[in-house]
T-cell receptor, first 111, second 113 residues
């Protein structure tokens, strides 16, 4: 049974066209994360939520926004995707033992 | 600053043992994680060390030395399905950053017949 679900698995958008990636979890974890991972690179943390408290990384561009309407769902909004934003976007949750569980990721292509 | 170093690639033979090293320099340390990531898939949790010593879990073991800023992941009885990238990640103990993991770039392991 999938615990962290990301939709879609593959997303194609056009340069400058807003896109939203979604993540949901059945674990009821308080903490959720969004990472960006480019080919052969480490996952890079964009932001995380502790409940509704939003924590933005200092180097996350303003082009990236996030919403968490409830415990189960979290969204990543890219307002004006550029070619450099093509990457795998990983959503993760954190359990009380501090282990992070990742979703399958959404691979974003920007044309 | 935060810095995590791992070898970029390793090759090993099916049935053998391989050790993947990780060294780190972080402003605060509050635990080290190893994740496995197959190509095009999400990282999956393998192990966690916060105290010095060896943690064993089936064919996988992970070792930590906090004084040396060093960890390794040991894979025994290698199988072809173990071909993947192995990510070392450090949890920071900095105030306001305790929820964050800092990942290394990963070691791509190729298991050959």
């Amino acid at each position: 049974d999938a615990m962290v679900i990301q939709n879609p698995r593959y997303q194609v958008t056009q340069f400058g066209k807003p896109v939203t990636l979604s993540c949901s979890q059945t674990l009821n974890h308080n903490v959720m994360y969004w990472y960006q991972q480019k080919s052969s690179q480490a996952p890079k943390l964009l932001f995380h939520y502790y409940d509704k408290d939003f924590n933005n990384e200092a180097d996350t561009p303003d082009n990236f926004q996030s919403r968490r309407p409830n415990t189960s769902f979290c969204f990543l909004d890219i307002r004006s995707p550029g070619l450099g934003d093509a990457a795998m976007y990983l959503c993760a949750t954190r359990d009380p033992a501090d282990t992070q569980y990742f979703g399958p990721g959404t691979r974003l292509t920007v044309l | 600053g935060q810095n995590i170093d791992q070898p970029t690639e390793m090759t090993a033979t099916e049935g053998a043992i391989v050790q993947i090293n990780c060294t780190y320099q972080t402003s605060g340390f509050n635990g080290l994680f190893w994740y496995q990531q197959h190509a095009g898939e999400a990282p999956t949790f393998l192990s966690y060390n916060v105290l010095d010593g060896l943690e064993e879990k089936g064919r996988f073991s992970s070792f930590l030395s906090r004084s040396k800023g060093y960890s390794y992941l040991l894979l025994k009885e290698l199988q072809m399905k173990d071909s993947a990238s192995y990510l070392c990640a450090v949890r920071s103990s900095l105030r306001g950053a305790t929820n964050k993991l800092i990942f290394g770039t990963g070691t791509l392991l190729a298991v050959q017949p």
